[in-house]
């Protein structure tokens, strides 16, 4: 029996977490998320999960009262947030009033500095620690040191299942130069390689005295860390008033590397990662073909006949990371997995 053999690329995801140094990689987006609280696009599927775990204030939480974490990725003026929270009890202590004790709600918190410079931030924009809370009002402070919203800065949507939340965030990253209700602030400019200064974390409140119990953080911050800044009296939690204890986020592009693994007889067809997707070509001289690809669970997502030469081109939206192509050919059926 003649056997035929794929071009196999074997496509790695890189590793983005270095926490002990704070840092994330954020990956450039297949396509930019819908923000709908689904977080089932590609570009989810391919970033890594980072644990927000870190008390910085209040009483360590059991996993089951509150757990976080968070992945990211970027296109265009925006970063992408996903964020997976376990929280027994959803808070808004003054839904009508989303400025008054607006940091003691259940409410995830984003920490961001354009440019990386750190420095004080409480009373500038040289850097934003933005509360959204439950009913999507996003809160800061201004330069007089009074909370205000930020509404624009944020697209955000929320889904659940039992206790487990995902909340889907697109920000709009703005520089230091950011003056409040102005309509032509300047938006930063993304590009690869950027660093920016970035936490993520969040406050978990539980139906006692309109206070927070627990605020956990992604980035580590020593005990030391806050007072040698010239916070006396903050503890581990002065992320509201300087970015100097900020993590970092380093702007990557796509996370794929290709390597290419050829046989010695002539491959049926190829595959290759192409800007907008993935392309199979059939190769000059060998039979007609009929492929079959499947996703990681084996549900059957399209089929093709290919004649010698032929492109079929598909979107990352169609595909899972993991998903498998079943080749068809006279005398032979073969099956390869590809993870991207």
């Known amino acids: 029996?003649?056997?035929?053999?794929?071009?196999?690329?074997?496509?790695?995801?890189?590793?983005?977490?270095?926490?002990?140094?704070?840092?994330?990689?954020?990956?450039?987006?297949?396509?930019?998320?819908?923000?709908?609280?689904?977080?089932?696009?590609?570009?989810?599927?391919?970033?890594?999960?980072?644990?927000?775990?870190?008390?910085?204030?209040?009483?360590?939480?059991?996993?089951?009262?509150?757990?976080?974490?968070?992945?990211?990725?970027?296109?265009?003026?925006?970063?992408?947030?996903?964020?997976?929270?376990?929280?027994?009890?959803?808070?808004?202590?003054?839904?009508?009033?989303?400025?008054?004790?607006?940091?003691?709600?259940?409410?995830?918190?984003?920490?961001?500095?354009?440019?990386?410079?750190?420095?004080?931030?409480a009373r500038s924009f040289n850097a934003f620690a933005y509360h959204i809370s439950t009913l999507y009002d996003v809160v800061d402070m201004d330069i007089d040191g009074d909370p205000k919203l930020f509404n624009n800065h944020i697209e955000v949507k929320r889904s659940s299942t039992g206790s487990t939340y995902l909340w889907e965030m697109a920000v709009t990253v703005y520089t230091d130069k950011y003056v409040y209700e102005q309509s032509d602030n300047e938006i930063a400019n993304l590009f690869v390689g950027k660093v920016l200064g970035f936490s993520a974390a969040y406050n978990d409140s539980d139906l006692r005295f309109e206070t927070r119990e627990a605020m956990l953080g992604s980035a580590k911050i020593e005990p030391w860390t806050c007072s040698g800044l010239g916070y006396a009296d903050a503890g581990t939690n002065c992320s509201w008033q300087t970015a100097s204890v900020f993590g970092k986020m380093t702007l990557r592009d796509l996370p794929l590397e290709l390597e290419q693994h050829r046989d010695e007889k002539s491959p049926s067809i190829t595959l290759a990662k192409v800007s907008d997707g993935f392309r199979l070509q059939g190769v000059k001289g060998n039979n007609n073909v009929h492929i079959k690809v499947y996703n990681s669970i084996g549900t059957f997502l399209k089929g093709e006949s290919m004649l010698p030469d032929q492109l079929i081109e598909f979107p990352p939206h169609e595909i899972n990371r993991i998903f498998f192509i079943v080749i068809e050919e006279v005398g032979a059926v073969t099956k390869h997995k590809v993870e991207w």
């Open 1 to 121: 029996m003649k056997k035929f053999l794929l071009v196999i690329f074997s496509l790695t995801l890189l590793s983005n977490m270095n926490l002990a140094a704070n840092n994330y990689d954020a990956y450039r987006a297949f396509s930019a998320p819908v923000i709908d609280g689904i977080a089932n696009e590609a570009s989810w599927e391919a970033a890594t999960w980072a644990p927000i775990d870190q008390l910085w204030t209040g009483r360590q939480p059991s996993s089951t009262n509150c757990t976080a974490r968070f992945k990211s990725c970027w296109s265009g003026s925006k970063i992408y947030i996903l964020m997976e929270v376990v929280d027994d009890v959803l808070v808004n202590w003054n839904p009508k009033d989303p400025l008054k004790n607006y940091p003691s709600n259940d409410c995830p918190e984003i920490f961001l500095d354009e440019d990386g410079s750190g420095g004080e931030h």
